[in-house]
């Protein structure tokens, strides 16, 4: 079975500040991964994806995360943080073992507080 | 523009009277879902549709059911609420399934069964 970890539930940075929200994963096979961002009263955002090549993902808003296979990580950055970034993030996976289920497991949720 | 459109945004209802939240998609999408949003829980996915009449359980399948008639359509029914349904609800679209396009998610539903 596929799992996503977000071991924060909460992470504070001060404006201008790099900012990290960690994600890890499991899967059995290739992992497909990604970064939602929830505004307040809103749907979820795509933000990035990982599927293949480059481990280095560039996304929306300035943000791009890091996929690490030996750590098993897809953490989730920005070099200088905006008050507007403030909002909660969801890592998702989905395990691309072949045909099957499209299911994509999303994490609890990290929510970034951008400190003025 | 292209959206994702869930109905009713508020509901409050009482256990046992059956509700419909209903999804509509502009994008002429194959794949749609439908999640669940709960403190300390994240996302959990209720059920999905790969396409017109082809639909499957996900996570928390029990005490809902889907439809998908049409490709634009995922309505999500309870049957006989219960408190425990009380939530927030999403409906997402993708073009092709999860595995390489990214999911749009509608604005929300956000349930309360008394």
């Known amino acids: 079975a596929q799992s996503v970890a977000q071991p924060e539930d909460q992470v504070n940075v001060a404006e201008g500040n790099p900012l990290t929200v960690k994600c890890t994963y499991s899967v059995s096979g290739n992992p497909y991964l990604f970064w939602y961002v929830q505004y307040p009263n809103r749907g979820l955002q795509f933000l990035l994806k990982y599927i293949t090549g480059d481990n280095l993902v560039k996304g929306s808003y300035g943000f791009e995360a890091e996929f690490n296979k030996s750590q098993t990580s897809f953490h989730l950055k920005k070099p200088s943080a905006l008050v507007s970034d403030s909002a909660l993030y969801f890592c998702?996976?989905?395990?691309?073992?072949?045909?099957?289920?499209?299911?994509?497991?999303f994490g609890k949720g990290t929510k970034l507080s951008v400190i003025p | 523009e292209a959206q994702v459109t869930q109905n009713p945004r508020y509901l409050i209802t009482v256990t046992g009277k059956k509700l419909t939240v209903t999804c509509s998609q502009n994008m002429n999408h194959e794949y749609m879902s439908w999640y669940r949003q709960d403190p300390g829980l994240g996302l959990r996915q209720i059920y999905y549709?790969?396409?017109?009449?082809?639909?499957d359980k996900g996570d928390v399948p029990e005490g809902y059911k889907v439809s998908r008639k049409e490709k634009r359509n995922f309505p999500l029914i309870l049957e006989s609420p219960s408190p425990n349904q009380t939530s927030l609800y999403f409906c997402?679209?993708?073009?092709?399934?999860?595995?390489?396009?990214?999911?749009?998610f509608g604005e929300g539903s956000r349930l309360t069964v008394l």
């Open positions: 549709s790969m396409n017109v009449e082809v639909t």
């Open positions: 997402a679209s993708s073009l092709q399934g999860t595995d390489t396009g990214e999911l749009f």
């Open positions: 998702a996976v989905r395990d691309w073992a072949g045909a099957g289920s499209y299911q994509l497991t």
